[in-house]
C-alpha cells in the first residue's frame, strides 16, 4: 500500500522567509541568545536561520564551539512542533558534516534525541532516525546508540512506522548490530526482519537482509537465523527481480551456512539452483556471495554430487575479471573435487 511521503511544511502562520532577515548577518552568540529566549516567535526564527547556516561545516563548528548542542538538547522537548521540527532538522543536517557528527556524539545528543522516538509529528520523527542514521556510520556513534539502550525500541518500531522511517532504522540497526547483537535478538529482531524480507518495497527488503546479514556474522546469529526459519525465505530472495536483494540475502546466507544446521537448512530449501543461477550471471552483484555459498553447500556429500554436475559453471568464472571471483571459483572446484 502507497503511503504519504513525510512532508517538512511549516504550518501556514510561519513566514521562513523573515529569518534571514532578522538574523543573515547577525553573529551565531546573538543567535544563541535567541535560541534561549522565553519567547516562541523568536525561538522560531532563530531556529530557521540556524537551519540554513549549519550547512556550512565552519557555521558548524562555531556553533558546537559557543554551545549551541546544550540549547538545542532542551528545544527538544519544546511543547510548540515547529521548534521540535526546526531542532531535529538542525540535528540532522549537522550531522551530515564530519565535525557536526563528532560534537553531537561527544555532546549527548543522542540520548536526548530518544524521547521523540513517540513524537506525534512525522517529519520530527524522520529527523531523528536520519540523525540516528549518520550518528551510527562512525564507531562512536553506533556504540553511543547501544549504550542508549535505542536497539529493543528500534526494533520495535520497524513494526509500526512509516516506509521511509522504517529504512533509516534498518540502516542504524545495521550499523549497531556490527558491533554487538544481543540485545536486538533479545527484542525479537529476527522475528521483526523475517516479516521485512516480504515486504512490497524493495529499498526495505533490500536493508532487512542487510541487518541479517550483519546478523549473521554473529556466532549467535547464525544459531538464531536457523531457529527462526530465515534461511528458506533467504533462498526464495534469490529470485528476487532487485540485484541489491539478491547481493544482501546471498551474503546473509553465506554467512549463515557456516554451520551445519544453516547448510542442512538450505539444501533442504534447494538453494543450489538459484544460487547457480546467480553464479552464471556475469553482471550479478550476489556472484561472489553465490560462489561462497555454494563452496559450503559442497562440503555436504549431497551437496558436493549436485555441483559435479555443474563444474563448468564455476570453469567460466575463472575468466573473470574480478580476481576475488577467481579466486573464489578456485576454492569452490577444490572443494567439489575434493575425494574422501
Known amino acids: 500500500m502507497a503511503q504519504p511521503r513525510i512532508s517538512a511544511y511549516l504550518p501556514p502562520d510561519i513566514d521562513p522567509t523573515k529569518a534571514a532577515l532578522a538574523f543573515g548577518r547577525r553573529a551565531l552568540p546573538k543567535l544563541n541568545e535567541e535560541l534561549q529566549s522565553p519567547e516562541l516567535l523568536r525561538q522560531q526564527r532563530a531556529l530557521?536561520?540556524?537551519?540554513?547556516?549549519?550547512?556550512?561545516p565552519e557555521k558548524v563548528y562555531e556553533a558546537i564551539a559557543l554551545g549551541f548542542l546544550d540549547s538545542l538538547k532542551t528545544l527538544l522537548v519544546h511543547q510548540d512542533q515547529t521548534v521540535r521540527q526546526k531542532t531535529t532538522e538542525v540535528?540532522?543536517?549537522?550531522?551530515?558534516?564530519?565535525?557536526?557528527?563528532?560534537g553531537l556524539i561527544r555532546s549527548g545528543v543522542i540520548s536526548a534525541l530518544a524521547g521523540l522516538l513517540d513524537d506525534p509529528v512525522d517529519i520530527c520523527r524522520k529527523n531523528t532516525h536520519q540523525t540516528f542514521d549518520m550518528l551510527a556510520k562512525l564507531p562512536a556513534g553506533a556504540g553511543g546508540v547501544l549504550r542508549a539502550g535505542l536497539i529493543p525500541p528500534l526494533v520495535l518500531r520497524l513494526k509500526t512506522e512509516l516506509d521511509e522511517i522504517q529504512e533509516l532504522i534498518l540502516e542504524t540497526l545495521c550499523n549497531c548490530l556490527r558491533v554487538e547483537v544481543s540485545e536486538a535478538l533479545a527484542a525479537g529482531a529476527i522475528?521483526?526482519?523475517?516479516?521485512?524480507?516480504?515486504?512490497?518495497?524493495?529499498?526495505i527488503r533490500s536493508k532487512a537482509a542487510w541487518?541479517?546479514?550483519?546478523?549473521?556474522?554473529?556466532?549467535?546469529?547464525?544459531?538464531?537465523?536457523?531457529?527462526?526459519?530465515?534461511?528458506?525465505?533467504l533462498v526464495n530472495l534469490l529470485e528476487d527481480t532487485q540485484p541489491e536483494v539478491q547481493a544482501n540475502s546471498s551474503g546473509a546466507l553465506?554467512?549463515?551456512?557456516?554451520?551445519?544446521?544453516?547448510?542442512?537448512?538450505?539444501?533442504?530449501?534447494?538453494?543450489?539452483?538459484?544460487?547457480?543461477?546467480?553464479?552464471?550471471?556475469?553482471?550479478?552483484?550476489?556472484r561472489l556471495n553465490a560462489i561462497k555459498t555454494l563452496t559450503l553447500l559442497a562440503e555436504l556429500p549431497e551437496g558436493r554430487q549436485t555441483l559435479l554436475d555443474h563444474r563448468d559453471t564455476f570453469l567460466r568464472c575463472l575468466d573473470d575479471p574480478s580476481e576475488a571471483v577467481q579466486r573464489a571459483a578456485e576454492i569452490a572446484l577444490a572443494v567439489i573435487d575434493w575425494k574422501p
Open 254 to 286: 553465506m554467512f549463515a551456512l557456516v554451520t551445519p544446521q544453516g547448510r542442512s537448512s538450505a539444501m533442504g530449501a534447494e538453494a543450489i539452483p538459484p544460487l547457480l543461477t546467480l553464479v552464471a550471471e556475469e553482471t550479478s552483484k550476489a
Open 48 to 56: 530557521m536561520a540556524l537551519c540554513d547556516l549549519v550547512h556550512n
Open 191 to 203: 522475528t521483526v526482519l523475517k516479516e521485512k524480507l516480504s515486504h512490497p518495497c524493495t529499498a
Open 211 to 233: 541487518v541479517l546479514l550483519e546478523i549473521s556474522s554473529h556466532a549467535e546469529g547464525k544459531i538464531a537465523l536457523c531457529k527462526e526459519e530465515v534461511i528458506p525465505v
Open 91 to 102: 540535528l540532522s543536517v549537522m550531522a551530515s558534516h564530519s565535525i557536526g557528527r563528532e
